[in-house]
């Protein structure tokens, strides 16, 4: 297989369905509404502050990675300074050719200053939908509760995201610190989301093992999964994860600098996709883990062996996995699977023998991935 230069996979389509807005803020920004707003940073230049952040560096663990957002968060408590960070990552994410990203973030942490958490949520949508005006980018949103602050808190969530539900809020997720801290005790804010028939997407798997994945599903009723590394201590679990095509938000550089993996040589990024499970590639936190979403399919293709193929399966992935109406997904699948033919055309700097994509939307037991006579061709679900 010849390597693909970074700049082909920038051309690539893609999704980013697991990004933290409170994470992903540019570092300029950071400075610059400190200074506006007076507050008081553990540095006062770009160099000193991703230090202080520990951006891009190995934590050794989730709780001390966590620890970046007590600084972020100090900015991030104005309408304005919502409005900027949301609209910025959308033309961030545009620029490396991103099409559609779902952000998350927990309202109640952006009330320190006075905000309501419908003008907090109603800030964020207006910096994206101003961005998707300027770049074309289709941006959602993905309301967070916090497993380590209270389940209480986490149901104030909920009732947020049902009533912002067909408003630009697409999903409902439990983020947070991990170990002690079960699922299971939010399942009332979890029961609520069911019932208004909103998708959930839970980080599992990162911080602890396989039984938080299976609380996530199980308990919770989640339809896609949060990084997911340690899913490869449970087989069985690992089959019904594929067999129910529950996609995987992988996360591979921030998996390495929480410490849920020793390196990226030994993610099992790779192991899932082989064995056929719905893996999609993402950036998690943008500043703090310093990358984008070509960074890490270029670190796939590059450290773990993805070929061009597998990218462009996982890139569909994406698409396929997105918390969008159904036949909204499956035009945007269509427009996908041709652009990515025709990259195929486009791209001669690898001697890859194209193969088959799978381009079913099904979300079910019985995906086409498995069905030879599906492949060419987007099957109905």
């Known amino acids: 297989m010849g390597r693909l230069s ?40 770009p160099e000193g ?16 990675y966590l620890e970046a957002f007590d600084i972020t968060l100090k900015v991030l408590q104005t309408q304005d300074a919502l409005y900027r960070a949301a609209y910025e990552l959308a033309q961030d994410a545009a620029a490396e050719n991103v099409r559609y990203m779902e952000v998350r973030y927990a309202p109640l942490l952006h009330t320190r200053k006075g905000l309501s958490h419908s003008r907090v949520v109603e800030a964020v949508l207006d910096g994206l939908r101003a961005a998707q ?17 209270s389940p209480e808190s986490s149901l104030e969530m909920a009732e947020l995201a049902v009533a912002y539900k067909n408003r630009g809020v ?10 002690d801290h079960p699922a299971k005790k939010h399942k009332e804010a979890f029961a609520l989301i069911r019932k208004n028939n909103i998708n959930i997407t839970i980080h599992a798997g990162e911080a602890y093992g396989p039984e938080s994945i299976e609380q996530a599903i199980h308990v919770c009723g989640a339809h896609r999964i949060g990084h997911g590394v340690r899913l490869r201590e449970d087989g069985d679990l690992l089959h019904y994860v594929n067999d129910h095509r529950i996609a995987l938000e992988c996360c591979p550089s921030s998996n390495v600098q929480t410490g849920a993996v020793k390196d990226l040589s030994t993610h099992p990024l790779k192991l899932y996709h082989d064995l056929g499970l719905r893996v999609t590639v993402n950036t998690d936190n943008r500043l703090i883990t310093d990358t984008t979403v070509s960074k890490e399919l270029w670190l796939a293709h590059t450290k773990m062996g993805l070929t061009l193929q597998d990218l ?11 918390f969008l109406p159904y036949h909204e997904r499956r035009g945007m699948l269509r427009a996908i699977a041709k652009e990515l033919a025709d990259f195929e055309h486009e791209d001669n700097k690898t001697s890859e023998r194209p193969g088959p994509l799978d381009l079913s939307d099904s979300d079910n037991g019985a995906d086409a991935q498995h069905d030879h006579g599906a492949r060419g061709s987007i099957g109905a679900a």
């Not at 990004?19 to 507050?39: E, K």
């Open 170 to 179: 697409t999903g409902f997720d439990l983020a947070g610190a991990e170990y």
């Open 312 to 322: 462009k399966q996982i890139v569909l992935n994406g698409f396929k996995a997105a």
């Open 49 to 64: 502050l991703a230090r202080a952040m520990h951006c891009g560096e190995n934590t050794g663990s989730l709780v001390k």
């Open 133 to 149: 005006i300027d770049h074309g980018i289709t941006s959602n949103v993905i309301v967070c509760g916090i497993r380590n602050i």
């Open 6 to 45: 970074f700049e082909a996979i920038q051309r690539l389509p893609k999704t980013d369905l697991h990004v933290h807005l409170d994470g992903s803020l540019r570092i300029s920004t950071i400075l610059d509404l400190a200074r506006r707003d007076n507050v008081e940073l553990p540095a006062d230049d």
